[in-house]
Structure formats: structure tokens, C-alpha cells
């Protein structure tokens, strides 16, 4: 299903790879495990959010592909219709 999802948002041609890694198993993968942590905080406003942006919006650099766009607007509309 996560393949169906990300393969349209994806240029051409793209070669999309998915595994489950142990993030404890190397180091690159620990990175990306706190910046998406990170990154989760600050979206859910949890505590320490604001400043886990605030140190990965001054540290990294380039434009991305934003592949999850619309994932926390849909993940709160489908929260709000669960609860009514």
C-alpha cells in the first residue's frame, strides 16, 4: 500500500526501495529516525517541537521532494469525523 501511494508522487522512472531497518543498526538511519521524531513532535505541537524545528529548519539545506504532504490534514479531518 506504501508503494501505490508514494509511486504517482514520484518522477518517471523512479526506483522506489522499502525496508524495515533496526535504526540502531547504523548510524544514517539513526539520523533519520530523530528527524522525522523531531519533525513529529513539532506537527503533533508535543513538547520540544518548536525547538526541534527550529535547530533542523537552520541545519539543513535544499529544497526536498514532499512525499506525505497531505498525511497530518487528512490524519486530523479523519480524527475529527471519528469523534463525532
Known amino acids: 500500500m506504501l508503494r501505490t501511494r508514494l509511486?504517482?508522487?514520484l518522477p518517471k522512472g523512479a526506483i522506489l526501495q522499502i525496508e524495515m531497518i533496526d535504526s540502531t543498526t547504523n548510524a544514517n538511519i539513526q539520523i533519520a529516525d530523530w528527524i522525522t521524531g523531531a519533525?513529529?513532535?513539532?506537527?503533533?505541537?508535543q513538547k520540544w517541537g518548536e525547538e526541534?524545528?527550529?535547530?533542523?529548519?537552520?541545519?539543513?539545506?535544499?529544497?526536498?521532494?514532499e512525499l506525505f504532504k497531505d498525511y497530518w490534514v487528512?490524519?486530523?479531518?479523519n480524527k475529527k469525523l471519528e469523534s463525532k
Open 39 to 45: 519533525l513529529a513532535k513539532y506537527l503533533e505541537k
Open 52 to 65: 526541534y524545528y527550529s535547530i533542523l529548519k537552520n541545519n539543513i539545506i535544499g529544497e526536498g521532494k
Open 7 to 9: 509511486l504517482p508522487l
Open 74 to 77: 487528512e490524519a486530523k479531518t
